[in-house]
């Protein structure tokens, strides 16, 4: 695998007296090589007048025609909170079927074409809590084996859409080691009211903790995640990927319902530039009386911060024995 990076960064500096230099613009363009994607090149992108008023953009093209292309955009103010995540991706996926015991060989390989976005707008009630209403809007084509995939009960072109609302509490202090925590809870129904094949429920729900010591940090990430009813099965819950417990590949187990808990420690190797390493356990079940055994993977990586565009780059395993290469450009959490 190789990695190659060039910046490309503009700001406003002190002119007149008034210092405008928290508006950022920021292009960085990268390379990358895997199996499953041969050669890959990709664009971050972020324009930022602060840490909580900024554009972040993803784009990545592949050498075996796959694309994708993440926008998230999050601004504040004394009243109002907007925060908008939108991914469209043209993809190859792998399905290991549902449930928490599905075999990792040969799982069956298809691609998809997926446009996801979820939208917040909110209110702060104080310096620390917010109160949102949320709309999320997806479309899931997957090209072939709709059957096995579960796909068969909903129509292949149909949008689908989901409203409620979100809660948030956050208390945190620091820049690249952090203190503090946060919790946000999300509530979304797909009712068949608003032309949905069949209505649902996902309630998310995610807990951080933050201790700085010195020039280092422990993390600690609870994730929480039900769906009820006839749910479709891109929103069923699941783990793997660049979240929720890396070092499986994305979608490795899927269930109706998921609990996990991560930890990460990160310490200064060089100015912006910091080492980590991470361990979490999780598991996906539709009953809890079905959890047998909890999910366990571990890694280490380099995150790198350059104005407020975090940029990681890890590699990850699993008792599974693969390893998970993950390059993007946020925060876990």
Not at 1 to 6: A, D, E, V
């Amino acid at each position: 695998m190789f990695i190659l990076y060039l910046t490309v960064s503009g700001y406003a500096a002190e002119q007149g007296g008034k210092d405008i230099t928290e508006k950022r613009f920021l292009i960085l363009p990268f390379g990358f090589y895997t199996t499953d994607t041969s050669v890959g090149l990709g664009v971050f992108s972020q324009y930022a007048k602060a840490e909580e008023n900024k554009i972040f953009g993803n784009a990545v093209y592949t050498f075996k025609n796959q694309f994708m292309l993440i926008v998230s955009a999050d601004f504040k103010n004394d009243r109002f909170v907007f925060n908008n995540f939108f991914k469209i991706k043209d993809y190859y996926s792998e399905f290991y079927g549902y449930g928490n015991n599905t075999d990792k060989d040969d799982p069956l390989k298809y691609r998809f074409f997926q446009i996801d976005n979820t939208f917040e707008f909110g209110k702060m009630i104080s310096e620390k809590i917010k109160i949102s209403a949320a709309v999320n809007n997806f479309l899931h084509i997957p090209d072939d084996h709709k059957i096995q995939l579960g796909y068969y009960n909903y129509g292949g072109g149909n949008f689908y859409n989901g409203i409620g609302g979100s809660a948030e509490y956050k208390n945190i202090s620091g820049d690249f080691f952090r203190d503090g925590f946060f919790m946000k809870a999300l509530f979304l129904i797909y009712p068949e009211i608003i032309a949905n094949p069949n209505q649902f429920f996902v309630c998310d729900f995610e807990a951080g903790f933050f201790k700085s010591l010195n020039k280092s940090a422990f993390n600690t990430l609870l994730s929480l995640r039900s769906t009820a009813a006839d749910v479709h099965p891109e929103k069923l819950s699941r783990i793997g990927g660049t979240k929720v417990l890396r070092g499986y590949p994305d979608n490795r187990f899927i269930d109706y319902n998921m609990a996990a808990l991560q930890t990460q420690y990160d310490f200064r190797i060089y100015k912006d530039f910091s080492g980590c390493v991470f361990i979490g356990c999780a598991e996906v079940f539709e009953m809890p009386d079905e959890i047998t055994r909890l999910k366990t993977a571990f890694g280490a990586g380099i995150m790198y911060k350059y104005k407020n565009l975090i940029m990681r780059f890890e590699a990850a395993t699993s008792p599974e024995k693969n390893i998970e290469i993950i390059i993007t450009g946020n925060r876990v959490y």
